[in-house]
């Protein structure tokens, strides 16, 4: 019986601007030809990119990318 674990990665980073800190993490998530990455920011913005490799043919790849502006506007 064989357990196969994801590949994962968090990486957060921060910068001083003024009297401000701007920070954001960013996670990435790797799975049998699939790949996900989630960033998020100091702004409450998450910006989300999903990435499938094909399986038919080496080479094409199919993205969804789409971002969460922040929670009071209620866009998407």
């Not at 968090?10 to 009297?19: H, L």
């Not at 910006?47 to 971002?67: E, H, L, M, Q, V």
Request: charged residues 20%; proline residues 5%.
């Amino acid at each position: 019986m064989s357990c196969f674990r994801p590949a994962e990665t968090v990486t957060a980073s921060s910068t001083k601007k003024g009297d401000l800190i701007l920070g954001e993490i960013q996670s990435q998530i790797k799975n049998k030809g699939i790949t996900i990455d989630v960033k998020a920011n100091s702004a409450s913005n998450v910006i989300t990119t999903i990435t499938a490799d094909a399986y038919a043919a080496p080479g094409p790849k199919t993205i969804f990318r789409f971002a969460v502006p922040g929670q009071k506007s209620g866009k998407v």
